[in-house]
């Protein structure tokens, strides 16, 4: 069964950085679109960015673009998220799943908690 573990969160101050980690396993990882999302507290989950099997393809929402970076590892079975020039408004537990446009997997994982704070 396919398996998703985020890792990496914690509390960081304003303008900090802070990577994100999400190791898979139970599917052809390398044959597998990822993409990280979000849920700030009281909100809807929503895509934070997305990268294509090979890495050729990569996608930000307007609001972490050029501040958030998305990368993979596809021997690791790995996708990072580096966040750089943190916000108050980027906390939020993080997630990540399968697919590019829409979550694949039906099943999401315990998430990370980022906080920022002063």
């Known amino acids: 069964q396919v398996q998703l573990v985020e890792s990496g969160g914690g509390l960081v101050q304003p303008g900090g950085s802070l990577t994100l980690s999400c190791t898979a396993s139970?599917?052809?990882?390398?044959?597998?679109?990822m993409s990280w999302y979000r849920q700030p507290p009281g909100k809807e989950r929503e895509l934070v960015a997305a990268?294509?099997?090979?890495?050729?393809?990569?996608k930000y929402t307007d609001s972490v673009k050029g501040r958030f970076t998305i990368s993979r590892d596809n021997v690791k079975n790995t996708v990072s998220l580096q966040m750089n020039s943190l916000k108050a408004d980027d906390t939020a537990v993080y997630y990540c799943?399968?697919?590019?446009?829409?979550?694949?997997?039906?099943?999401w994982g315990q998430g990370t908690q980022v906080t920022v704070s002063s």
């Open positions: 990268i294509t099997r090979s890495g050729a393809m990569i």
């Open positions: 799943n399968g697919g590019y446009n829409r979550a694949f997997f039906g099943s």
């Open positions: 139970g599917f052809n990882f390398g044959l597998s679109d």
